[in-house]
């Protein structure tokens, strides 16, 4: 069941690059980075994932990033999504996020599955709300 909304991120991309096209089938790397709240407090979150091009037009991705909050607290994260290209040229994203911690404030997260919704434009802005999955 999907649970309490835990999340929301806005940033930018900060880098794309192809790194293969092996068999007509393109995966590319992208790396963002966003500010937002995390169970409530301020984060700085960066991550990068790779995506892979499907037969369909559809994108399959997995990525990794870290969330820092302004005292010194980190979250490691880790998503698996699949994407479609939308109007504007970027892409809508909805998967799976997995956390890990040892930020006392955070501790909850260890062990937690949460789902996301994040959509990037072709400008490059980029926008997430995560929610805890139950």
Do not use: C, P
Not at 119 to 129: H, I, L, N, P, Y
């Amino acid at each position: 069941m999907l649970g309490e909304q835990i999340g929301t991120l806005s940033g930018e991309m900060t880098g794309i690059r192809v790194l293969s096209t092996g068999g007509g089938h393109a995966v590319t790397e992208a790396s963002f980075q966003a500010t937002g709240k995390l169970l409530g407090a301020d984060i700085k979150d960066m991550g990068t994932y790779e995506s892979a091009l499907q037969a369909d037009g559809s994108l399959f991705g997995e990525g990794q990033g870290i969330s820092m909050t302004e005292d010194g607290q980190t979250i490691t994260w880790h998503g698996t999504g699949v994407g479609r290209f939308n109007e504007s040229g970027g892409v809508d994203w909805r998967g799976a996020v997995f956390y890990e911690t040892t930020a006392a404030d955070f501790i909850r997260l260890n062990g937690t599955a949460a789902v996301f919704e994040f959509d990037t434009e072709g400008s490059g802005k980029v926008r997430g709300a995560i929610y805890e999955w139950k």
